[in-house]
Structures are given as C-alpha cells and as structure tokens.
C-alpha cells in the first residue's frame, strides 16, 4: 500500500509540462521511491517521499487515527466553534496519504510549506550538507579502523595476560565484527522512531567510553567485553549514515557523496594495522584504544554543534507537535506519519530481515556465500600479524604495512567493478528492449542478474590469491610475493562484495535494506566466528597447506556464483517477498 506522496518529491509536482513518456518514467522513479521509504533507515533512497505499509501496519495506522480523533473530541480544549483552519500555519500545503481520507483540502496534514520551505533537508545550503556528509564520513572511517588498528599489537595483550590460547588470540581482534553484526539490530529501527542525529551521538558517547575500557582492561575477559560493546555501538555511523547522505542530497548528485561515504568502510580496516603497528610498537597496544577514543571524542564534539537533524519524518513530527501546542488542535497529523508505534518499529526492523532470510533462497545463498567471503577476509586480519612476524620477521612496527596488500587489492577491484558493471548493465539492457521492440513484448529493462557477471571473476580470484599467500609465504619466498596473494583476495572479495550487494538492492527494492541487513548479520557473523580457525588450522597444518583449505573450499563453492548468475531470476520470481 503506498502513499500518495509519491505524486511530489521535495515539493514538485509530476503533472503538467511532461510528454507522455517522460512523465510516465517519472511516475514509475517516484513510486519506486515511495515504496522504498519504509527502509529509510539504511538504504539509499529519501526520507522524505511518503511510505509503505502492509495491511496490518495500515489498520495500526487507521486505529491510531481514530483514536487521535476520540482524543481530541473529548478533550477539555475542544470548543464547538474552533476554527480547524487555524490547525494550517501560514503557507501551509497539504497532501493525501493511503487511505484517501487525506487530500490536498485537508487542513490537518502538516507537510513542507512549499518547493523552497528551508526545514526541508534537500534545501538545506551546501555547506551544511557539506558539514553533516563530512562528519558523518569521518566517523564511518574511525569505526572500522577500530577493527583492525588493534591487530598487530595482539602478541603484547597475550603476552601481558598470559594467555596460549590462539582461538583467544583471534577472537580478541574479530569480536568488534561481532558487535557490528547486533548494533544494526537496534539502532536500525530506532532511527525510523527517534532519527539519526540522537543515534549519532549515542553510538559516539558509546564508542569512546568502550574504547577507554579497553584501554583500561584489567583482563583478557574484559577486553573482549569492552570490544564487543565498542563494536554495537561504532555501527551507529555506518548503519545510518547512507539514510542520511539520501535525506540531504538529491538522487542525480548522490553518487559523489556515496562515493566519499564508502570510502570509510573500505580503508578504515586496511589502514588500522599500519597506524597500529607503529603505534604499539612505540607506546605499546593500550594506546591503540586510546589514540581511538581522543579522535572518536574530537569528532563526537564536532558532530555535537554541528551535525543537524535530516531524518523527514522527525522534523515534521516536530513540527506537528509545535502546531498541535499553538492551535491546539490534536487532530494534526504529519504526511510522513506512518502511524506506528515502537513495537511495530521494531518488528519490522528486527524480523523481516530474518523472515527474508528464511523466506528468500536468493538472499539466503548470497548471504552465505558472503559470509564465507568476508569470513576468510577477518581471518587473513587476525593471522597476518603471527604470519609476517614468524616467517618473515617482521617486527611490531613494520607487520601493519603487510596488510597494504588488502588494502591496494580492494582499491583496484572497486575501480574494476565501478569501470565495468554500470557499462555492461546498460549494454544488456538496451540489448534486450531492442529485442523485445522487435518481436512486440513489453521492455524488460535492467534485470538485478546483469550485475552478476563478475561475480565468477571475484569467485576465482580469491583462492588463486589465497594458494600464492600461502605457499609462498610456506617456502619464505620474498615478502612482496606473499603481499601479492593478499592483494589478489582483496581484489577478489571487493568484486563479490560489491556484486552481491547492489544485486539485493536492484532485485529487492521495495525491502532492500531488509536484504542487505540479512546479508550484513550473516557475513558479520562469519567474520567474527571463522577468525578463530585460523591460527590453530596453521599450527597444525602450516601456512601452505592452511591457505590450500581455505582455497578448496572457496573452490568448492565457485559453482554457487554460477548458479547464482543462472537461477537467479527464477528463484526470484518463483519467491517474491511481499507482505512482510
């Protein structure tokens, strides 16, 4: 069931000065959009639109209306010859929403007061959008970076605590991937309630204190603890921060703010074991943490005076409130009010993601093969150190440049997929429309399977590197050959990141971020749990023969990324998620 909000975006209006064409590709762009937002949470689309129900959240909605109307019928403030026209503040215009009952005539829906109206976030000035894209990204940088910076100093934590224990000595570094895998769990739907500004700061004050107890651990128990917490709450950023780049900026000009935003995630973990290295070589491995929480502090400060509410349907609630104490009169509602409470909140951000899972084959394939992929990438994070350090020597301070094989490996397969996949997409398409032009069927468009092809690429890419890693490294061949078979995975599990991704989001779209939550929970929990294999599998069977594992299983698994490429489709159509 989708709001008639579709028919604006930020104020325009779709009727009038349009051929039949355009406008109809306006139309389909605008009720895409709309039946997205009930994800605003966490995918790229704004916040700003209308929104979604299924049936049983739009009788919730009528419920709660009614009830607003008994509220306000009974109140002492009722008087018989109130004026319902002072309910619209000056400039006011109004909209419809899914049950028709609202219409452009209803005074008592609050919406922007026009095209220009500066509350709305997409006409905010550029420098603000600057500001809160900026600091946002910044954040999305510090969070990641607090995965991996950690890693080269773990020989000392074992050491200082006496531990032997090598499932311990991983767990330690992956347990943040854990925490990472939860805090989207909470914070996901609490941004549809409270928005993401409040989060920020939350998930901010949250971070730098478990990172101070980190620092200050007086046990090896606690220090996972702390990390665990730091990891819920570091997810703040990059759980919202997409939802919030899509409430300020446009679609036509979205790319280069998703492009920087993205940016983060990807260099954090690579750059972490390098500043790491050195760090805890010089002043030992507490002031990892410590280094974490005077930046994490800096930028909460930062964001405190300067990051601004985006979330649209917070600001009008807002403003509803505002108007409801002026005129009073309870029955004005919000155009983005969906009418639910925080139990329907978080029903439908905590267990659709499950109920997909179960529900969906394709998002239940491409999750796990995803968690295996992102798996193997933690376990190279939490083992390079012992590798680089007893094969080649490395000391405390030079093992973090090791991992800048990852690091350069991701950068060249985010340049080949960016290169290739958005060219081949509109290639297959005009292929196909010509061909359904020609023999009189409807046009199909860009199918989500036209982004797969790649994924056998990445599929292959990954044991090839994993086999070159560890043989390598087994005969002490020179260092920069081992660093070569790391670049080759990274390459490789960019590709099938990136590939499985947008495929949930081009094939999911109404419930994308539902998808892509499915897919972040497995993948997370695989790299929090198949880190602790690593050290024991190369201490019973050696570098060579440890990666050789690794690499036949990826092996073993390359005909899923075929399967996926053909049954996609039809398991598609065959499982469509609706209603959930």
Request: charged share 15%; glycine share 10%; proline share 5%.
């Amino acid at each position: 069931m989708v709001s008639s909000a579709a028919s604006t975006a930020s104020g325009t209006h779709t009727d009038g000065g349009l051929d039949d064409e355009s406008g109809e590709a306006q139309l389909q762009l605008q009720r895409k959009i709309s039946q997205a937002v009930d994800e605003g949470h966490d995918a790229d689309i704004p916040s700003s639109q209308g929104f979604v129900l299924d049936e049983q959240e739009e009788l919730r909605r009528q419920r709660s209306k009614a009830e607003r109307r008994r509220n306000s019928f009974a109140s002492k403030k009722s008087r018989a010859d109130r004026d319902v026209e002072k309910a619209q503040a000056p400039g006011e215009t109004a909209s419809s929403s899914n049950d028709g009952e609202d219409s452009d005539s209803d005074p008592n829906i609050v919406w922007w007061t026009g095209p220009d109206d500066v509350e709305n976030p997409y006409n905010w000035p550029t420098w603000r959008k600057v500001v809160n894209c900026g600091l946002i990204s910044a954040m999305t940088f510090v969070s990641p970076l607090a995965s991996s910076i950690f890693a080269p100093g773990v020989p000392q934590v074992v050491a200082e605590f006496h531990s032997t224990s090598l499932e311990i000595a991983a767990f330690v570094v992956s347990v943040y991937v854990l925490g990472f895998a939860a805090g989207p769990m909470l914070f996901a739907p609490l941004s549809e309630i409270y928005g993401r500004v409040i989060l920020y700061h939350i998930g901010n004050l949250g971070f730098i204190a478990f990172q101070v107890g980190c620092a200050l651990s007086p046990t090896l128990n606690a220090l996972i603890i702390f990390r665990f917490f730091a990891g819920v709450f570091g997810s703040v950023a990059i759980t919202n921060g997409g939802g919030t780049i899509a409430d300020m900026i446009t679609q036509e000009k979205r790319g280069a703010a998703m492009a920087v935003f993205s940016i983060g995630p990807l260099l954090g973990p690579i750059v972490g074991p390098v500043a790491g290295g050195f760090l805890s070589d010089a002043e030992g491995w507490r002031w990892s943490f410590w280094l974490l929480a005077i930046i994490g502090g800096f930028l909460a400060i930062l964001m405190l005076f300067s990051v601004k509410e985006s979330y649209a349907p917070v600001i009008l609630q807002k403003k509803t409130i505002k108007l409801r104490k002026e005129t009073g009169n309870e029955l004005l509602r919000s155009k983005l009010d969906a009418g639910l409470s925080p139990r329907d909140y978080f029903k439908r951000g905590i267990i659709r993601p499950f109920k997909m899972l179960f529900l969906s084959p394709v998002i239940a394939i491409t999750s796990l093969y995803m968690a295996v992929t992102y798996g193997y990438l933690y376990l190279m994070f939490t083992t390079m150190t012992e590798v680089f350090q007893g094969y080649y020597g490395f000391s405390t301070s030079t093992v973090g440049l090791a991992f800048i094989g990852l690091g350069v490996g991701s950068l060249i397969g985010i340049f080949l997929f960016s290169a290739t996949s958005d060219r081949y997409i509109r290639k297959k398409a005009a292929e196909a429309d010509a061909i359904a032009q020609a023999t009189g069927e409807p046009k199909a468009g860009m199918k989500p399977e036209y982004r797969l092809p790649l994924l056998p690429v990445g599929a292959l890419l990954i044991p090839a590197g994993l086999f070159i890693y560890g043989w390598t490294a087994e005969y002490r061949v020179h260092w920069i050959v081992p660093i070569i078979g790391t670049a080759i995975v990274g390459i490789g599990n960019i590709i099938v990141f990136m590939v499985v991704q947008l495929y949930l989001v081009d094939a999911f779209t109404i419930y994308a971020a539902s998808a892509i939550a499915c897919n972040t929970i497995v993948r997370s929990l695989a790299g929090a749990v198949l880190p602790l294999a690593g050290l024991p599998m190369y201490d019973k069977l050696g570098i060579g023969w440890g990666n050789s594992t690794l690499g036949f299983i990826a092996v073993a698994l390359f005909p899923v990324s075929l399967g996926i490429i053909k049954y996609g489709e039809r398991l598609r159509n065959r499982f469509v998620i609706k209603n959930l």
